[in-house]
């Protein structure tokens, strides 16, 4: 219980900071990851909204899943839910807040199939696609 409290107050005063990148280290570091059910049934329902063409919904729930998923240390969802928020933004046309997700997402899980899919996009969108 101790070892929570000390990840939680760590990572308040870390993105106090502005430090973005940190708190994924220090759940991996202290503990597995803590995802809950509930928040994978959101994940899943997200997709559904992207396979339904509700980009607006999808983003919004990607965004904030995005930040659920990194504060439990799961970075693999965090970065798979940036990348949709991306998406999904990009699918809205607004390219500007599309750029921002993937470039977070290059910027804090760049070792991740996610971050190399954000490249893609990246360079697609700076050709004019």
Excluded: N
Excluded at 26 to 33: E, L, S, V
Excluded at 44 to 63: D, I, P, Q
């Amino acid at each position: 219980m101790r070892s929570r409290y000390l990840q939680l107050v760590l990572t308040a005063a870390l993105a106090t900071a502005g430090c973005s990148a940190v708190p994924e280290a220090i759940f991996t570091r202290y503990g597995p990851t803590r995802t809950s059910e509930r928040d994978r049934a959101d994940f899943e329902r997200a997709r559904r909204l992207v396979t339904e063409l509700h980009y607006e919904e999808a983003a919004g729930k990607f965004a904030s899943l995005a930040e659920r998923f990194a504060l439990t240390g799961d970075s693999d969802r965090s970065a798979q839910s940036m990348f949709w928020a991306g998406y999904c933004y990009e699918k809205l046309d607004r390219l500007a807040l599309a750029e921002e997700y993937y470039h977070r997402l290059l910027r804090r899980h760049p070792q991740t199939q996610s971050a190399q899919r954000a490249g893609q996009r990246l360079a697609h969108l700076a050709g004019g696609g």
